[in-house]
Every structure is written in structure tokens, then in C-alpha cells.
């Protein structure tokens, strides 16, 4: 092993130079040719942010200082400017506590274990930090390791590393865990809010401003803002079912979006409501166009307070419980935006259309409900897949030898790689997997995205000897990253079929070896 580290350690600096310059993710240019790098916090300018690498000493070996530096270079160019701040700060933070801890010596990435990432963690959480110093540290190692694949950089420690649990700051652990008092409300619990709702419980202020929030997942201040022209009422004549003629009433709330704390108004923009939402905000008095739609809110001086207040008596006066918890339903005005963001990403919404529907002008914001809503799935899908795996085979195809001079008869044999170009953690020459059987004079070339959708498509004829083991060894590295690592938004949706038709294959493989061997 001490062999093996000092092979490491006298790998090159020079293969891992820093560039001059930089255009981060807002376009400006970032000298990094000096100890101090320094940008603007915001595209609009404002603040500087300065990096002084000076203060980090000499406690990096020269090659795992140019690592975490190459780090910082990619976070500059896809990273807001406070998250390279904050990531800059964590390595500051972990040269500390490896100093203290390791009686001065420097740090090596190649020196780096489980123990290290486990007490680190628990450093954090006896911090402010609670945990978010050894995510954004874990982070660093994953992109080093999937990625870059840095030799000192080592698969299995990550495999470890993504299995602890780090706890985050509050909305961090209230969203992923799905925290029954403080994370997002389960479908129960909405079913439960509705029904309190439709039965008319409280006062209709308050019904109101629980079914804005239910729908919209807006800040309640935002809320107070709104002015009696920002509600519109569409009307459409319908022809029914039976032949008879109706109304369809729809609604649209102009929202404003407002920026950081204080509260500037950056836009206004429309979104649907429901219909129970828009009748009876339609029916509350309103003196006046110009006249706020919710004056209540405007009475106090902290709207949040007053919504905060309205939402705890609706929930105690219509006696609403949680099945969770089995105590009166704790409605914060947060839970409700934690709940539509999880609840879409559960839907299948992309990260995009979740910061729309939040307001967020940052992606990474949104990566929380993502996994919220993958851990969501992890926990039904081991209830449901041992009876629906029987049922839905994703393995479509056949399984030829490779030298079937015909695998689809009147079809000349195309030869499927197992490369993908568009694929970091694939793309470099594994050999052939099979043959395709689509007719390109008849049907033109596939659309999809080969080899991934090769192994989800009836006309692909798999090689009984392909390296299939290997296509979904290196899928599998890029569900590790858990983002996308290709600029084509249809390959991870597959990643998951993919690699269960792919382990349907390997056991229809297997089945007829086994059944070649008893014959």
C-alpha cells in the first residue's frame, strides 16, 4: 500500500497546469494567474469575491493543490460565483482540521479514506456548517474520480463515501428526508389539506391563502403584493359529454418574482390557479381595481407573520392531522414550496421547469428536490419491483452469436458499437453489442439515442458475448454523479431502464448457458 501511495504521489503537476484565464457562468473574464483570483458576486457586478489561495499555505501536495484549483476552475465556468466562494472555503476548512488532526502533514488525495470523510463530517456537524463542508468535499471527489478519473482518486472509496448520510443545512434535511414536521407534506397529507378545504372549514381568508400556497408554492409576501387586476377569469363555452352545452371558468394569478432579501420586484409573470382558488378570491369584496387583492396582508407589517399565524389556526380550527405524525398538521409556509417542487420532480419535471415554478435563477438550488424525489422512489420501488419485474420486461431484443450471418432475415447486418460519443463515462472503444434490425430504406435512421436505446428496442439482436457487464459498469458511474453528464436531456431518463434491460439480458444469457450445459 505505502508503495502504491508513493506512485502517486510522483505523478506530474504539470499535466494538471491551471489555465490563464476563465469565463465564468456569467461571462466575465477571471484572471487566475495570480495567488488572489477575484470576480464579481452577481453577472450585474456589485461585490467582489476574492480567492486567496495564499491562505491555504503549504499544507497541499503541489499535484493535489492543482486538483481542487481545476475544481474551482469548473465551478467558475457552471457554478453561481457564491457556490465557488463556499467550496473555496470548505478547502480551507479541511486543510485545518487534516493539520490538526494529521500533526501537520500535508494533504494528499491519495492519502484520503473512509475514516477521514466520516470524521470530517462529524467535524462539520459540531459547526455552523452542520454537514455542508463534507458534501461539498464529497462533491469535489466524485467529479475527480468519475470524471477527470485522477488515479489517486479511487472508485470504490466513492461507492462508500455516496453511501453516508450527510445531514445539511435545515431545508437540506427536512427535504431529503421527507421530515414529517418541516419537509414537504406527503399525498396523503395533501388529500387531507383538500378535503378540509372543499368542506369549507375556517375563515375564507384563510382558505384562500392556503390554496395559493398549495398551488403556487409562493413567499408569502408575495402574496401581499398582488392588486385586484392581477386575477383574470377566462370563460369558454364547452360542448359535454351528453350533447348539452356548458361553462369552463379558468383563472390566472399575475405573480411577482422578487429578488434575494430585499425583496426587489424583478418581474411579473402569469400562472394558473385552480378553479376552488380563483372562485373564492373572486368572490371577496373588491372596492376598487387598484386595490390590493388581499388587503388583510397589508394591514401588518409582516405579511410572512400574518400568513404564518393564518395557516397554524385554519389547520387547529379544522382539526387537521397528520397521519405521520398524528398531531395537528404543521402548515409553514415553506413546507408548501418544498411539497410543489418534490412533488413535480416526483412527476417527472426537469430541473428547469422546477426553478421556473420556484423562481430560482440557479439550478443547483433545485438539486435537493431531485433527490428528495429519487428517495421517494427508492422506497416504493423495493414494495412493487419484486411483483412488477415478472411483468415488464425492458429487454426487448433477442440474444445472437456474433458470427450470425443474418440475425434479421432480409436486413443487412449494421453492427452496433458500445461507445457513445456524447457520453464522458463512455465514450471510449469497448467493441461491438449486437446488430440492429431496423430497416434504414424503409424506416430511416434511429432517432433515439444508440447504444443506450439499443438495449430498450425489439429490433436490436444482443451478442451473446458483448461486454454488457461493462456498458452498465460505467452507466452505472454516471448515476454516481446524480446530474447530467451529456448535454442530451434524453439519456439520463434512460439510464435507469437501461441498465435493468441490461440486466434482463445478462440473466436470459446466463439461463441459456445454463441450459446449453444441462443438455
Known amino acids: 500500500m505505502n508503495n502504491q501511495i508513493a506512485r502517486r504521489q510522483e505523478l506530474p503537476v504539470e499535466a494538471l497546469k491551471i489555465p490563464e484565464y476563465v469565463i465564468s457562468r456569467d461571462g466575465t473574464r477571471v484572471d487566475l494567474t495570480s495567488t488572489i483570483w477575484r470576480f464579481s458576486a452577481k453577472a450585474e457586478g456589485g461585490s467582489t469575491i476574492s480567492l486567496n489561495f495564499g491562505l491555504w499555505g ?3 501536495a503541489p499535484r493535489a493543490e492543482a486538483q481542487a484549483k481545476l475544481h474551482l476552475v469548473h465551478l467558475l465556468e457552471t457554478r453561481a460565483a457564491w457556490t465557488v466562494r463556499n467550496v473555496f472555503e470548505m478547502f480551507g476548512r479541511l486543510l485545518n482540521w487534516w493539520a490538526a488532526d494529521k500533526g501537520g502533514s500535508r494533504l494528499d488525495w491519495s492519502h484520503i479514506d473512509e475514516a477521514d470523510f466520516r470524521a470530517f463530517l462529524a467535524h462539520g456537524m459540531r459547526s455552523s456548517d452542520a454537514g455542508n463542508d463534507f458534501s461539498r468535499l464529497r ?7 468519475v470524471v477527470k478519473e485522477w488515479p489517486e482518486f479511487r472508485h470504490n472509496l466513492l461507492r462508500v463515501v455516496e453511501s453516508i448520510r450527510a445531514s445539511g443545512n435545515e431545508k437540506g434535511r427536512s427535504v431529503d428526508s421527507w421530515d414529517p414536521v418541516q419537509g414537504p407534506f406527503d399525498q396523503d397529507e395533501i388529500d387531507a389539506i383538500v378535503a378540509k378545504l372543499n368542506a369549507a372549514h375556517g375563515t375564507p381568508e384563510q382558505r384562500v391563502v392556503v390554496r395559493l400556497l398549495l398551488d403556487l408554492g409562493v413567499r408569502p409576501l408575495a402574496l401581499s403584493l398582488l392588486r385586484n387586476q392581477h386575477l383574470k377569469r377566462h370563460s369558454a363555452k364547452i360542448v359535454l359529454a351528453n350533447g348539452t352545452s356548458g361553462e369552463r371558468i379558468d383563472y390566472h394569478l399575475k405573480i411577482p418574482k422578487l429578488k ?35 388587503p388583510w396582508l397589508r394591514t401588518v407589517r409582516r405579511p410572512e407573520m400574518k400568513v404564518a399565524a393564518q395557516l397554524k389556526q385554519w389547520a387547529r380550527s379544522a382539526g387537521l392531522r397528520s397521519h405521520r405524525t398524528g398531531e395537528i398538521m404543521n402548515l409553514a409556509p415553506r413546507r408548501f414550496r418544498y411539497t410543489l417542487a418534490t ?17 430560482h435563477t440557479d439550478l443547483q438550488n433545485v438539486e435537493i428536490y431531485i433527490q428528495a424525489a429519487a428517495n421517494f422512489m427508492n422506497d416504493v420501488t423495493p414494495a412493487v419491483d419484486h411483483a412488477l419485474t415478472p411483468l415488464v420486461r425492458r429487454f426487448l431484443g433477442k440474444v445472437v452469436d456474433r458470427d450470425n450471418p443474418e440475425p434479421f432475415e432480409g436486413i443487412p447486418k449494421r453492427v452496433v458499437p458500445g461507445s457513445a460519443p456524447f457520453l464522458p463515462v463512455l465514450n471510449q472503444p469497448i467493441g461491438s453489442i449486437g446488430v440492429c434490425g431496423r430497416d434504414i430504406r424503409k424506416d430511416g435512421l434511429c432517432r433515439l439515442a444508440p447504444p443506450l436505446s439499443c438495449y ?12 454488457h457487464a461493462r456498458v452498465a459498469d460505467q452507466l ?13 436531456q434524453r439519456i439520463p431518463l434512460q439510464v435507469e431502464s437501461v441498465l435493468k434491460a441490461i440486466a434482463q439480458l445478462r440473466a436470459q444469457i446466463a439461463a441459456e448457458a445454463e441450459s446449453e450445459g444441462d443438455a
Open 58 to 60: 503549504n499544507r497541499l
Open 139 to 145: 462533491s469535489f471527489y466524485r467529479w475527480g474520480t
Open 260 to 294: 434575494g432579501r430585499t425583496a426587489q420586484i424583478v418581474k411579473w409573470k402569469w400562472r394558473p390557479i385552480s378553479t376552488e382558488a380563483g372562485d373564492w378570491l373572486w368572490a371577496l369584496p373588491r372596492e376598487e381595481t387598484e386595490g390590493y387583492l388581499l
Open 343 to 359: 412533488h413535480m420532480a416526483i412527476e417527472g419535471a426537469s430541473r428547469e421547469q422546477i426553478a421556473e415554478a420556484l423562481d
Open 456 to 467: 430498450l428496442c425489439d429490433r436490436f439482436a444482443a451478442f451473446i458475448d458483448a461486454p
Open 476 to 488: 452505472e458511474k454516471m448515476v454516481l454523479m446524480k446530474a447530467n453528464t451529456t448535454s442530451d
